[in-house]
């Protein structure tokens, strides 16, 4: 004879099931599901905690914490992904868990769902103190000379070991392919939104982050900067389109690349702008084997444990209508730079 189940028994069903799902959802849905019931409510609240602990959802080395003292918001709601992304629509995700238990401790290509890294190298390799080529790991005058690391004579490109060479994460010449290794924090500021903090000193030149998000066609930057620039009107939405354009010794322009993490992205979605250039400087670093660079921010002086990472967003101040800028320098030009993509 079959039993009835007791209300007990499909209660806990509820809760398992509701672990499972309820990482998922936006904040929206999460809000909404937990208007439902009791146990609802105390599931989504805990998932809000958890995101509100951790901005990189486990996948750098340590949480990234968000802080706001402004209003209610507990975090910015994007999906995490520490490295470039091609953003055919077919390879970005929809969803990423984020809030579980269990969240912690996996590969993040796996967790982004349907994503590879353009620039993941995985395993370590035989060779784990360097590259395949002849001089790696040789110390010459200078520390590590590997034919790997070469500078164009322009500070700001970087070239440094990549699929091409036979060495894993640990080679030192994939400064900038690992984890991001400070210890950061995102602070919500009453008119300049979120914004990344430093919680620990960091030496001048320490490497910080890269620019991570999704690779977009020019084409499809032009789209996404209208649609963005309409929704910026209404208030409370913050673009993170970034648009690089790598120039010939002459002068002349010689490639673009538009990194967007408004929607995929990392922590430094949230840098802002400031006029004097704030305490943070930006290299183009290519992996050999790779075609697309990557847009990396290093600290350009010493940086106190509280004090904002800023950089500046460019010279160029194309549009009438710019958004108002509160970096707060000396400097400060009264508008963000902006300019028609
Ligand atoms: C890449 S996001 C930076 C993170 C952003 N504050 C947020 O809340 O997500 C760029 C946007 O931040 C805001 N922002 C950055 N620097 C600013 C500044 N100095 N003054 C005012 N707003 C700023 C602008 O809305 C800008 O479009």
Redo the contacts with the bound molecule.
């Keep these: 004879m079959s039993r009835v189940q007791s209300p007990r028994t499909d209660h806990s069903w509820l809760v398992q099931c509701a672990e499972l799902v309820l990482p998922w959802l936006t904040p929206t849905e999460l809000a909404a599901i937990s208007l439902t019931c009791k146990s609802l409510y105390q599931i989504s609240k805990s998932i809000t905690l958890r995101r509100s602990s951790d901005a990189s959802r486990g996948f750098e080395k340590f949480p990234i914490p968000f802080h706001n003292s402004v209003d209610d918001q507990p975090y910015?709601f994007f999906l995490y992904t520490p490295s470039q992304i091609p953003s055919s629509s077919s390879q970005c995700p929809q969803r990423q868990s984020w809030g579980s238990s269990s969240a912690a401790g996996h590969n993040w290509a796996g967790r982004l769902l349907g994503v590879e890294s353009v620039l993941w190298v995985g395993g370590s390799g035989d060779n784990v103190n360097g590259c395949d080529c002849q001089n790696c790991g040789e110390e010459g005058d200078g520390g590590q000379r590997c034919p790997c690391l070469i500078f164009y004579g322009l500070e700001d490109v970087v070239s440094e070991c990549g699929p091409s060479c036979g060495c894993g994460l640990e080679c030192p010449n994939r400064a900038t392919q690992r984890e991001v290794s400070v210890r950061l924090r995102i602070v919500k500021h009453v008119?300049?939104?979120?914004?990344l903090y430093a919680d620990q000193l960091i030496p001048n030149g320490q490497f910080i982050c890269e620019y991570a998000g999704e690779l977009l066609t020019t084409k499809e930057a032009r789209r996404r900067q209208q649609l963005y620039d309409e929704l910026a009107l209404g208030g409370h939405f913050?673009?993170?389109l970034l648009v690089v354009r790598e120039h010939l010794p002459s002068g002349k322009a010689c490639l673009r690349f538009n990194f967007d993490a408004t929607r995929i992205g990392n922590v430094a979605?949230?840098?802002?702008?400031?006029c004097d250039g704030g305490n943070l400087s930006t290299a183009l670093v290519r992996s050999s084997g790779t075609l697309i660079p990557r847009l990396c921010f290093y600290a350009s002086k010493d940086i106190e444990k509280d004090e904002e990472l800023t950089f500046s967003y460019g010279g160029v101040r194309l549009r009438s209508k710019g958004?108002?800028?509160?970096?707060g320098s000396s400097t400060c030009f009264g508008t963000?730079p902006s300019e028609d993509t």
């Design positions: 910015a008119r300049k939104g979120w914004g913050s673009p993170a979605r949230f840098i802002n702008h400031s958004l108002q800028c509160f970096c963000l």
